[in-house]
């Protein structure tokens, strides 16, 4: 799977901004497809993602009732809605696919075998 990300920028705390990863290529039902993201000196940190099967949604604690991630199946397209976003989220931020992966794994990154490029999102004023 060849994910592309895209929609990143810089945006003053309390803002918003939505990020798309298109996919394309061979995909099945039994997947997951969603977001990470990474600062410098950190490691990447799962920030959620969708079954693409179910369309069951699992979020990190820290973007909970702030981010939401929707799809468009006809585009196999995955977005992730950021609002009210703080300094804190300021990342560069990756798409992610992977198959095959059991739930209690889902915010591992090396259980994702397919990453787009990373789209840099600033957030200050």
């Known amino acids: 799977v060849q994910l592309q990300a895209s929609g990143g920028g810089l945006v003053q705390p309390g803002g918003s901004l939505r990020l798309s990863c298109a996919a394309s290529?061979?995909?099945?039902?039994?997947?997951?497809m969603g977001w990470f993201r990474q600062t410098p000196g950190k490691e990447r940190e799962f920030v959620g993602v969708i079954r693409w099967s179910s369309g069951h949604i699992y979020y990190a604690d820290s973007v909970k009732g702030r981010f939401t991630i929707s799809r468009d199946n006809a585009r196999s397209t995955v977005y992730l809605q950021m609002n009210l976003l703080k300094p804190e989220d300021t990342a560069v931020y990756y798409c992610a696919a992977a198959s095959g992966i059991i739930l209690s794994s889902i915010r591992m990154v090396q259980q994702y075998d397919s990453w787009g490029q990373g789209t840099l999102v600033t957030v200050s004023s």
């Open positions: 290529g061979r995909t099945n039902n039994n997947y997951y």
